[in-house]
């Protein structure tokens, strides 16, 4: 296969999926809320007084994030129960490779989406100072975020069909987004109090690195977790 | 039937040289300065976690040759050795608390070696779950080698993370590049405990893979014969 039908069916399954989002739109509003909820439950279960918000600030955001992502992932082959529609995908005529791509275009859109309406957020309920910091940040949680949603995209094309899913999802893609998650918060930490990005260039070394490693691997292995 | 009643006997075998070890360790291998009894956990401890982690690299080749070669062999093996792995990360994390009490004043530390092992129990837990989760065999042979594969790919990462933060944990003092710095009774000591435990595992293993064959031919019969082929 030639490499402009890869990127055009690539974009055609993540078009697709991303229509679907836009036309009802009840999962990213229901992502967003559940986004500020997080942060909510965060300002209400810390005491302002013994921690310095600008200390917690990474860790909310990570948590956050993190748990908005486990939420979100679920959604991607979610949408092609109904009516067999995994079963049309796979019968077009397309590779198992440009149908992984474009899930995982779609489901990092959307959890983008959900993170830059966190972000800002978090910026405002915490009074943390993000903006001077907007492009390093933005890196750091895009460079995490393609490694646990490239992970968590493979894993719900398989736990979608268990009797647990969500909750199975949860549990297996939890102990991948771990690693990622730790570096970018101890990236996130100097980031906010002002250190210079020399500082966390290894952290970004580490996130890039387990980018890479992991949308390959889980491009090979993709096809193994659809039906033949 | 013959092959569980094998592993029965290995395993038999293998727990009672365990004692045997045990009795050496206690009695005749010399207590350790600083550490005094409580180092003899060691000679638990660190075999368990040996095979606790080549276990894992153990499940991930045979899922690897798994989607390769299709052969339902080499999803039983990978199912076994998930399922002693599990013991074992859980006897590395049940004596790591023990000696760390006395050792380091406290049960538990975000060290780099206990968070590690701990990793791989929750991989381990994961991994046996997911095949719990998938009632269709070949289907689940599939997903239990995706995963057991990205598990095997994960543990070079936490490995290497976890060593950037800094470790109370004993650095390795005898699979280092220099010679072992360990006096030759309680090396002897050590290296009979490691080869006991690998009867152990190779004990476990055989038991295990034995059960879900049967188990599997059971599901047959249950079927009425009609046993879902490979999808």
Not at chain 1, 171 to 176: G, S
Not at chain 2, 67 to 93: H, M
Request: glycine content about 8%.
């Amino acid at each position: 296969m030639r490499l402009p039908d890869v990127v055009r069916h690539t974009w055609a399954v993540a078009s697709k999926d991303l229509v679907i989002e836009f036309r009802s739109r009840t999962a990213i509003i229901s992502a967003a809320m559940f986004v500020i909820l997080v942060l909510l439950v965060f300002t209400f279960a810390r005491d302002p007084t013994a921690v310095a918000a600008v200390d917690l600030a990474p860790s909310i955001l990570w948590v956050t994030l993190t748990f908005a992502a486990v939420l979100a992932l679920n959604r991607a082959f979610q949408l092609e129960l109904e009516n067999q529609a995994l079963d049309g995908l796979l019968l077009a005529p397309i590779g198992r490779g440009s149908i992984y791509l474009g899930k995982l275009i779609a489901n990092l859109v959307f959890v983008g989406t959900v993170e830059l309406i966190g972000v800002p957020l978090l910026a405002l309920f915490f009074n943390v100072a993000v903006w001077p910091y907007a492009a390093p940040l933005a890196l750091v949680i895009v460079l995490a975020t393609i490694g646990f949603v490239s992970v968590g995209t493979l894993f719900s094309a398989m736990t979608v069909r268990t009797r647990v899913s969500e909750l199975l999802l949860a549990v297996l893609v939890l102990p991948f987004m771990i690693p990622p998650l730790m570096w970018a918060a101890r990236a996130t930490g100097p980031l906010l109090a002002g250190r210079p990005l020399s500082d966390i260039i290894g952290w970004l070394k580490m996130l890039a690195a387990y980018d890479i490693v992991f949308v390959g691997l889980a491009l090979l292995l993709f096809p193994a977790t659809v039906n033949e | 039937m013959r092959m569980l009643r094998a592993g029965r006997w290995i395993t038999g075998v293998a727990l009672l040289l365990l004692a045997g070890v045990y009795v050496r360790a206690l009695m005749y291998t010399p207590i350790e300065r600083m550490q005094g009894a409580a180092q003899k956990i060691f000679y638990v401890h660190v075999p368990a976690a040996i095979w606790a982690e080549t276990a894992m690299i153990l499940v991930g080749l045979a899922s690897v040759f798994y989607l390769f070669l299709k052969d339902p062999r080499l999803d039983r093996f990978a199912a076994a050795s998930a399922e002693v792995g599990t013991v074992f990360a859980g006897v590395v994390l049940t004596t790591g608390p023990i000696w760390g009490k006395p050792i380091w004043g406290t049960w538990w530390s975000w060290d780099a070696r206990l968070t590690l092992t701990l990793f791989l129990f929750l991989l381990y837990v994961g991994y046996l779950l997911l095949r719990s989760a998938v009632s269709d065999p070949a289907e689940r042979a599939r997903f239990a080698a995706v995963l057991g594969i990205c598990g095997m790919v994960l543990v070079p990462f936490i490995h290497f993370s976890v060593y950037m933060f800094r470790t109370l944990h004993p650095m390795p003092i005898v699979l280092k590049p220099s010679t072992p710095s360990l006096p030759p009774t309680m090396l002897a000591t050590w290296l009979m405990s490691v080869g006991v435990f690998t009867l152990l595992y190779v004990g476990f293993v055989v038991q295990r893979y034995a059960l879900s064959y049967l188990r599997e031919q059971l599901e047959l019969v249950g079927d009425g014969g009609s046993g879902k082929g490979e999808g």
